[in-house]
């Protein structure tokens, strides 16, 4: 016998399951919350998603989501100008920005190169990013340490190094608070590479 | 320094953090996700759950989900009317559905007793079981293994039973699969008092 869901139920169900992680379990338990709701409550969840979506727009600049024309790094006045950040999503400003000590710019490439996948690089900010090197001095690639991220850096280091722009990369290194025994041996081997003086 | 979070997806985010077990981490990226969507999609996105939470009905007899008054198992002509199988919500019968091997009808309680969640039996569609108990020969109460399932079983069974009609509960055993190392003692307990003969 197949399974009994009714049409609404496969309809809501149906709507999760497009979510990137969420499988046919997750997707039938959101749905069931989802019906359960009072109707205006729904209207609401599903009418702000739209809103965000367009309301939304990529900051002329750094190309981070705002709302604004420009984002709220890069109207700030206190932020220096002539370091910019390279990274893969608006994902990553936010944990940089968590993370604190970082007072230049951004900018976000909004994908990684991928010949694989056939991201190339018309398909990612990178554009952008040579448009805006007048006045700057140091580029971090702040890509994942992944192929994909790593092959990016690369790429746009390549670029952007013949500008006579320094070009720097995120150091290779045990995360803190981890243990020795549990790193694979690509972090080990960095780790021992880029060892500093005490 | 504070989380920078653009107001867009700021808004997305805390949609989806309304979602049971969705945290902040996964409602930001499912809000990520979103905000990269074209716009028609999200658009459909949204319809669609709206959609679902309009046409959704309980059926007027079983108080499943449905979108017509009464169900397709409800109205299913190959069914026996005499057995009803109670239970907490339109998941479990979409799982007595998929395990086949029932030919009844379906009782949707939409929740459990509860005192100490002031769950009351007039919150729950216990009238709406009573009504519908002429021509029944037994009723299968097939709520959860847990105290408000065991509780909500025991009181329904109470105020059936003096009406002549078989009230029955679903099997405690080991479940299939499993390994007796593994069992708890309640479950171990309950399969050695219902062995049966091989």
């Given at each position: 016998?197949?399974?009994?869901?009714?049409?609404?139920?496969?309809?809501?169900?149906?709507?999760?399951?497009?979510?990137?992680?969420?499988?046919?379990?997750?997707?039938?338990?959101?749905?069931?919350?989802?019906?359960?709701?009072?109707?205006?409550?729904?209207?609401?969840?599903?009418?702000?998603?739209?809103?965000?979506?367009?309301?939304?727009?990529?900051?002329?600049?750094?190309?981070?989501?705002?709302?604004?024309?420009?984002?709220?790094?890069?109207?700030?006045?206190?932020?220096?100008?002539?370091?910019?950040?390279?990274?893969?999503?608006?994902?990553?400003?936010?944990?940089?920005?968590?993370?604190?000590?970082?007072?230049?710019?951004?900018?976000?490439?909004?994908?990684?190169?991928?010949?694989?996948?056939?991201?190339?690089?018309?398909?990612?900010?990178?554009?952008?990013?040579?448009?805006?090197?007048?006045?700057?001095?140091?580029?971090?690639?702040?890509?994942?340490?992944?192929?994909?991220?790593?092959?990016?850096?690369?790429?746009?280091g390549r670029l952007i190094?013949p500008m006579g722009i320094?070009?720097?990369?995120?150091?290779?290194?045990?995360?803190?608070?981890?243990?020795?025994?549990?790193?694979?041996?690509?972090?080990?081997?960095?780790?021992?590479?880029?060892?500093?003086?005490?």
């Amino acid at each position: 016998m197949s399974e009994y869901v009714s049409v609404p139920l496969a309809l809501a169900a149906e709507q999760f399951a497009k979510l990137p992680g969420v499988g046919i379990k997750t997707a039938q338990r959101l749905a069931y919350y989802m019906l359960n709701l009072p109707e205006n409550e729904v209207k609401e969840f599903a009418d702000n998603l739209v809103k965000a979506r367009q309301s939304v727009r990529l900051c002329r600049c750094c190309q981070n989501f705002t709302e604004q024309e420009l984002c709220e790094i890069c109207s700030d006045e206190n932020r220096r100008k002539d370091q910019i950040c390279v990274v893969e999503s608006p994902k990553d400003v936010s944990a940089f920005e968590r993370a604190g000590g970082y007072d230049g710019l951004y900018h976000v490439l909004h994908g990684l190169l991928s010949p694989m996948d056939g991201v190339t690089a018309e398909d990612i900010k990178i554009k952008e990013l040579l448009a805006r090197l007048s006045d700057v001095k140091e580029v971090i690639m702040a890509t994942n340490p992944t192929v994909e991220g790593e092959a990016t850096a690369m790429y746009i280091g390549r670029l952007i190094k013949p500008m006579g722009i320094k070009v720097t990369r995120l150091a290779y290194g045990l995360p803190a608070g981890s243990a020795l025994e549990f790193a694979d041996d690509v972090t080990l081997a960095k780790a021992l590479e880029n060892r500093s003086e005490l």
